[in-house]
């Protein structure tokens, strides 16, 4: 889970979540948002030829069996396939997302529902309610501030922030009478 994510969900339902043997469940990138259609490099190039039809996930969150994992020995795969590529200095340049994303023939990825992950780059603003985890990321067409599109957005952010400040307060108060 990012560290820029509110969530609303139930983390719990996750680790039940059955991955239906894949050793690892990713959201795949929403594009219900047409503004941002431009941006949605897995669309087209090389990313479009590779995946051939799959959809490419955010890395933003994700679930893990590690049995299954370890099982699959996806962990070998991983690194056998990352010393292949790590050759091109042009490959990979969002390790955490490109490399299982290119791995999906060899090692699965079960993709989450889109409710797991939205993000205003990709998500339309109508899909927003039923979002069990917001995450705070950057939209290019916008470019505006995290915290900025958390005010807008989350009607929660208020007391969140609030309490983030008070726990600041305190600290620095303690940590000027030591």
């Not at 099982?71 to 997302?97: C, E, F, K, V, W």
């Amino acid at each position: 889970i990012d560290a820029d994510q509110v969530f609303r969900g139930d983390v719990q339902e996750l680790n039940k979540m059955d991955l239906g043997g894949a050793p690892y469940g990713y959201v795949p990138f929403c594009d219900s948002n047409q503004s941002t259609e431009g941006y949605r490099f897995w669309k087209s190039g090389y990313w479009k030829d590779h995946l051939r039809g799959k959809p490419y996930h955010i890395s933003a969150l994700y679930v893990v069996d590690l049995d299954q994992f370890r099982r699959m020995r996806a962990g070998d795969t991983l690194r056998s396939i990352y010393d292949g590529l790590s050759a091109d200095p042009n490959s990979l340049s969002n390790l955490d997302q490109d490399l299982p994303n290119y791995a999906q023939n060899m090692v699965p990825i079960f993709s989450l529902p889109q409710e797991w992950l939205w993000c205003e780059t990709w998500c339309s603003l109508d899909t927003l309610p039923g979002a069990k985890t917001i995450d705070l990321c950057n939209n290019p067409s916008t470019k505006k501030p995290k915290l900025e599109v958390a005010r807008e957005l989350i009607s929660e952010w208020p007391s969140y922030d609030d309490k983030a400040q008070a726990i600041e307060d305190e600290f620095a108060v303690l940590h000027k009478r030591s």
